[in-house]
């Protein structure tokens, strides 16, 4: 059962332009969400998160929001550099959990 | 300060053999998760540890076992093993462990297994 869906696989985005992925979720009882960017032959990468409590979280040209009664969020790159390209994966948990639900990713693209 | 690791890089084993894959958590951590990765998915949660001690477990068979040790380092083993255990198998630290919310957990750079 795929409580975390990220459903483009991929995304190209010229260099310097604005990325934006979307995620969705069903489980209503997560509260805390997460980015993850994972190179080939890399693990991921913590890239930022936000709480339950929180719409917004900015860090420098990351910023994810969250609607949680869509039960949506996104995150936008600006602007988009080469070095941005990999794929980026949205997951998901609870507290009182002990895991993360991610989903299937999206791979960025980012043309010079 | 230093980051998760994790051995080997790569493995070839036959089906049926058993493998123990190897983490080192980074330090101050004392929680240790693993995740499988198969190929054009997103990392699904095996199991967790903290203090030593199994915190929870995802949709794995029990021929998927672990160990945490007293340094919070964690192995992986994998019993009577399939075609499909090919993955990447990665393994994640973070301080909060019993569910602590909000933890951000913090990824080594996996282990490919190949299952032929």
């Known amino acids: 059962d795929q409580q975390v869906k990220q459903n483009s696989p991929s995304l190209s985005v010229q260099e310097g332009r604005i990325s934006i992925l979307n995620c969705d979720y069903t489980n209503s009882m997560f509260d805390y969400f997460l980015w993850y960017k994972k190179y080939p032959a890399e693990g991921p990468t913590f890239l930022i998160s936000?709480?339950?409590?929180?719409d917004k979280n900015e860090d420098g040209r990351f910023t994810v929001f969250l609607n949680k009664s869509a039960k949506h969020l996104s995150l936008h790159i600006v602007p988009s550099q080469p070095g941005d390209s990999a794929v980026y994966f949205c997951?998901?948990?609870?507290?009182?959990?002990?895991?993360?639900?991610f989903g299937a990713g999206t791979t960025v693209t980012v043309r010079a | 300060e230093t980051g998760v690791t994790q051995s080997p890089t790569h493995l070839i084993k036959t089906r049926g053999q058993q493998v123990t894959l190897r983490c080192s958590s980074q330090?101050?951590?004392?929680?240790v998760s693993w995740y499988q990765q198969a190929l054009g998915q997103g990392p699904q949660f095996i199991f967790q540890?903290?203090?030593?001690?199994?915190?929870g477990r995802g949709n794995f068979p029990p021929r998927f076992s672990g160990l945490q040790f007293p340094n919070y380092s964690s192995e992986l083993n994998v019993n009577a093993l399939e075609l499909d255990d090919s993955a990447l198998y990665l393994c994640a630290s973070s301080r909060g462990g019993q569910g602590a919310a909000g933890e951000t957990q913090y990824f080594g750079p996996g282990t490919r297994l190949l299952v032929l």
């Open positions: 936000i709480s339950s409590i929180k």
């Open positions: 997951a998901a948990s609870t507290s009182g959990d002990y895991k993360l639900s």
């Open positions: 540890y903290y203090r030593e001690e199994e915190n």
């Open positions: 330090s101050g951590h004392n929680t």
